[in-house]
């Protein structure tokens, strides 16, 4: 082609602008659906005038047979032929005489967009499927029909199919001339199946013993053991808790902790486990305290109703008006959550006015509120409480305190205040008041709501049996969809929260509800026997790799000619790192744990150093269902790869591509750590040999074995990476012996230097009378005798304190913000014994600041080890204990802007993820003892103490470090280690392949 003339190019590329726009144009002109698109406009604007109570001009438009024929002045919609449709006249104002419709007393003129629906309708056939009329609204939307028992289908292949669900997959292929792909390997399928079910991989062995065995019914053995395995119920807990839009805090400016919030996920996982069945499940979750066997489970269980979001500022607000509006919002919160999740129906839009595409009217609305109106929050001002998780009846002359506890909501009365509709949903216009009760549009009759007893209204236990009742087709289609969408992706209704007229049809209606069916009738309502139907079926079977010819019909795979392709979650990506590396902590249920947060993502939020545990590994190696979850920080690993939002219910989670992911898992801090360790692992497996080194992570990563090529790349890479990081890391060694610096003293900020050397003023007997700052005009004068030592520290000298009364009183304030810096070279010689010794402070009892002051000194630790105390802010029981302390060393705290540090030798021994607490810095300043308190006296020596009016950056700490270094001869944390060791090059290089592994999209993909 690079002969042809320029014309010849440019009839070329306009060639293409002209297909591309043909493209464009039909992709642009939607289909029109009648129930989902057109019905929606003629009941909101048509029906009151010509509907079932009134029929004007003879026309009626809500029964099909009537709406075709006409009124009085003949027909009104032309099938094809929009523009001789009295219809589309009228509703553009283009009548007899210039008529419109709606009359300008009965509503609002239809938008254009709306015309143009009616139009493209009636161009397109005016399409009107029979059996939809306004008096049974009820059968109008697909879902809401009685659940049909359809026969399986027969199929030309009938050897292809595993159980009946293939014969319905397959029926619909070979309409359309489609063939499924063939069964996926061995080691895929069994990959597949650990994931889906457990979200973990398989062990090698594990996977060897599948493609070993070749009898029958070896995968559904397979598929048994993994339902059996307890860490299934974190797996599957996980979506359930999407759903129900779970979370540890509430969120808002607030984002106080739900105490005990834990206790529901943790009913979510044994309930799973156990397989509860699912009409119990359901029945527990909305009404476990209503009970005839209610216990502390069935009532933890009712937690699903307060695990949302709640604005404390606004529900525990001084303004009535402000806490009644945060009242309705719960509600809202707890009516659309329970329809979504239960009913796959979005109540929610019925709170201000009538649905405007569903069979929900606001009085449906405000009668599904009365159920849970009577619920309450046990809270103090903005605080969250947990309560008593025992039925009411049995907390009769027991004290609250001494019984299991739990977070959920609770009635105080058995008769819940009145319900009254809000027009526009504002709680200042209240309208008539409504009895509890379900939307009309989805029952013949109201079921029969029990009568209240001693403690509740048990209006729930009624909503309950309703929603489970055999006549409600809803609950048993949204279930059977929701774990069909978890294993395949994708729902046979894409749209799992919505099966209404504006959510997708059904991709395949009779499968859908033949697994309705055979799940209440047959599986008893058993999640894992469903579970276990389609694992088992050839469908699930299939390869990932699709047939051309199927991409060409079925672009969007709806009929399901392949497994498909799918990103893990991102829970499930984290804990397969952490299975692979061998760091994955196994422990079930209990309190959360808190995964590492970058220092600066703390800085976000309400609050969060107040919140956030300090970063534990173990601990936080467990799964990450164990996660906290505070909705205000979200942890940036997981919510860089599309964890869900938690502010309402997740039917399914959002995949993104985005840079920040590639840099998360390539770059992020988690997945480092994690390359580490399977690094080390596989050391410790199979020892140095390289090969085998790469065949175990291979196998361990991704279940097989690397090729030739990729085994040959990587040994070459492994080979030539440490080479060049042992030159490197000698040619770096090298310059920093050569050109080590000695650092100083900065200056900048500097209010206090009192250096033994300098400005000591002592009598004949060597007892000191003062000692002189070297900046600044500050002096300590001493009191008791303590003494100058010639050759202390490092061959200079240092200030020795006896621990019984040598101490000294500072002239004048040594820090006035609430940032400094503080540095001492020092000796601990307290070691053994118990109490707490102060180096520099300002307590002062007497003047109240007894709980407020400023220090820095040690105290006992376990052991007989020494640990810090920087402050009684910081002073954590067992934590920044201290090595060595009776070998001199130097002793740093830091009070910064977003946290306080404490180091030794420059190596930090723990960090506060907050500042101090205010400090009040106005008493008199002492050195060697409490302050004002006789007692706490230091026992050691003292070469220097160094107080900066400022949080040094680790630039300006690092340079003073390596001045007392130097100076002392102390040991230095900021010196250049020992050279790397052809071991540990070769260990660094197996770390990048590690990493590697870690981010194929093999690995992050479902098999």
Not at 318 to 341: A, G, I, K, R
Not at 413 to 428: D, I, Q
Request: hydrophobic share 40%; proline share 7%; net charge neutral.
């Amino acid at each position: 082609m690079a002969g042809k003339p320029l014309s010849n190019w440019l009839m070329f590329l306009a060639a293409l602008v002209v297909s591309a726009s043909g493209l464009s144009a039909a992709a642009a002109e939607p289909s029109v659906d009648f129930l989902r698109d057109v019905r929606p406009i003629l009941k909101a604007h048509c029906f009151v005038c010509h509907g079932a109570g009134n029929q004007e001009g003879g026309l009626r438009l809500d029964r099909k047979p009537q709406a075709i024929k006409g009124g009085d002045n003949g027909p009104v919609i032309v099938p094809r032929k929009s523009a001789a449709s009295l219809l589309v006249q009228l509703v553009n104002g283009k009548g007899p005489e210039g008529t419109r419709m709606p009359p300008k007393d009965g509503g609002r003129p239809l938008r254009a967009n709306e015309v143009a629906v009616l139009r493209s309708w009636i161009d397109r056939g005016a399409a009107w499927p029979d059996g939809i009329d306004d008096t049974a609204d009820r059968l109008s939307l697909w879902s809401l029909r009685p659940i049909a028992h359809p026969a399986v289908p027969p199929v030309k292949d009938s050897e292809w199919g595993q159980n009946p669900i293939d014969a319905f997959i397959l029926a619909q292929l070979e309409e359309r001339r489609m063939r499924p792909s063939p069964r996926a390997r061995p080691r895929h399928l069994v990959r597949r199946a650990w994931i889906d079910l457990l979200g973990l991989p398989p062990d090698p062995s594990d996977v060897d013993a599948f493609v070993d065995d070749d009898s029958p019914g070896a995968f559904a053995r397979v598929v048994d053991r993994l339902l059996a395995n307890p860490h299934y119920g974190e797996r599957w807990g996980r979506h359930w808790l999407d759903l129900v839009r779970y979370a540890d805090t509430n969120g808002y400016e607030v984002d106080g902790v739900k105490p005990l919030a834990w206790k529901y996920r943790d009913w979510v996982v044994r309930s799973l486990n156990a397989d509860l069945p699912y009409d119990r499940f359901v029945v527990e979750q909305l009404a476990g305290d209503e009970l005839p066997d209610a216990n502390t489970d069935t009532i933890l269980a009712t937690g699903f109703y307060r695990v949302g979001p709640w604005d404390a500022e606004r529900g525990a607000s001084v303004q009535p008006s402000e806490v009644v509006e945060e009242l309705y919002n719960e509600l809202d919160d707890m009516v659309s959550t329970t329809s979504q999740v239960f009913l796959g129906l979005t109540m929610g839009c019925a709170r201000c006015h009538d649905h405007k595409f569903d069979p929900l009217t606001t009085r449906d609305y405000y009668s599904m509120v009365a159920i849970v109106r009577g619920l309450k929050r046990e809270h103090k001002g903005r605080t969250e409480l947990s309560r008593a998780a025992v039925p009411p009846a049995q907390l009769a002359g027991k004290d609250p305190k001494t019984l299991p506890q739990g977070y959920f909501f609770f009635e105080s009365s058995p008769t819940p205040p009145g319900t009254r509709v809000l027009r526009r949903g504002n709680p200042a216009q209240p309208g008539i008041e409504v009895p509890a009760a379900v939307p009309a549009s989805l029952v013949e009759t109201q079921p029969t709501f029990e009568s209240a007893d001693k403690f509740t209204s048990r209006r729930r236990i009624s909503l309950a049996r309703w929603i489970m009742s055999e006549d409600n087709p809803l609950p048993r289609r949204v279930i059977v969809n929701r774990i069909w969408q978890y294993h395949f992706g994708s729902g046979l209704v894409r749209s799992a929260n919505d099966f209404g007229v504006r959510g997708s049809l059904p991709s395949h209606p009779e499968l859908l509800d033949w697994l309705a069916t055979w799940f209440g009738d047959e599986a008893g309502y058993s999640i894992k026997q469903l579970h276990r139907l389609i694992m088992t079926s050839r469908t699930y079977a299939t390869s990932k790799r699709a047939i051309p010819a199927n991409r060409q019909r079925d672009v969007d795979n709806l009929l399901l000619s392949h497994f498909p392709t799918r990103r893990l979650e991102v829970e499930a990506i984290r804990d397969v790192m952490l299975a692979v590396s061998g760091r994955f902590n196994d422990r079930l249920y209990g309190p959360p744990m808190y995964p590492y947060i970058p220092r600066d993502a703390l800085r976000s939020g309400y609050n969060p150093a107040g919140v956030w545990q300090p970063f534990n590994e173990i601990d936080a190696s467990r799964r990450t269902v164990y996660s906290f979850l505070k909705r205000t920080l979200v942890v940036p690993f997981l919510e860089t790869l599309d964890f869900c939002d938690t502010a309402r219910s997740a039917e399914r989670r959002e995949v993104t591509t985005v840079a920040p992911q590639a840099l998360e898992l390539f770059n992020g801090e988690f997945v480092n750590r994690q390359a580490g360790h399977f690094a080390d692992r596989l050391i410790a497996e199979v020892g140095d040999d390289s090969g085998a080194q790469l065949r175990r992570g291979f196998r361990l990563a991704l279940g097989r074995v690397p090729t030739a090529d990729e085994r040959s790349s990587l040994l070459e890479f492994l080979e030539e990476q440490s080479g060049y990081v042992l030159a490197e890391d000698r040619r770096r060694f090298g310059l920093d012996r050569k050109q080590k610096v000695s650092g100083e003293v900065v200056r900048d900020g500097l209010t206090l230097w009192l250096d033994a050397s300098r400005g000591v003023v002592a009598g004949p007997d060597g007892t000191i009378k003062g000692w002189e700052s070297r900046v600044g005009k500050l002096r300590a004068n001493s009191a008791g005798d303590p003494q100058i030592i010639a050759k202390g520290i490092g061959g200079r000298a240092a200030v020795e304190f006896d621990a019984d009364g040598d101490w000294f009183q500072l002239s004048g304030p040594v820090v006035t913000g609430q940032q400094f810096t503080m540095i001492a070279v020092v000796t601990d010689r307290a070691t053994g014994a118990a109490g707490s010794r102060n180096l520099i402070g300002n307590w002062d009892g007497g003047k109240g600041n007894s709980t407020s002051s400023l220090f820095l000194g040690t105290s006992t630790a376990a052991n007989n080890a020494r640990r810090v105390r920087f402050s009684d802010a910081y002073a954590p029981a067992d934590k920044l204990v201290l090595s060595k302390p009776a070998t001199a060393f130097s002793l740093t705290g830091v009070s910064g802007k977003n946290d306080a540090r404490v180091y030794q030798n420059g190596r930090e021994l723990g960090r506060q993820g907050g500042p101090l607490a205010t400090r009040r810095l106005d008493t008199a300043w002492t050195i060697g003892r409490q302050g004002t308190l006789a007692g706490e006296y230091w026992n050691g020596l003292v070469a220097e103490v160094l107080v900066w009016n400022r949080e040094l950056s680790p630039v300006d700490l690092s340079s003073v470090w390596r001045h007392l270094s130097a100076k002392y001869d102390l040991p230095d944390a900021q010196a250049p280690p020992e050279p790397l060791t052809l071991a540990q090059a070769r260990r660094l290089a197996l770390v990048q392949v590690c990493r590697v592994l870690l981010n194929l999209n093999e690995f992050v993909y479902t098999d």
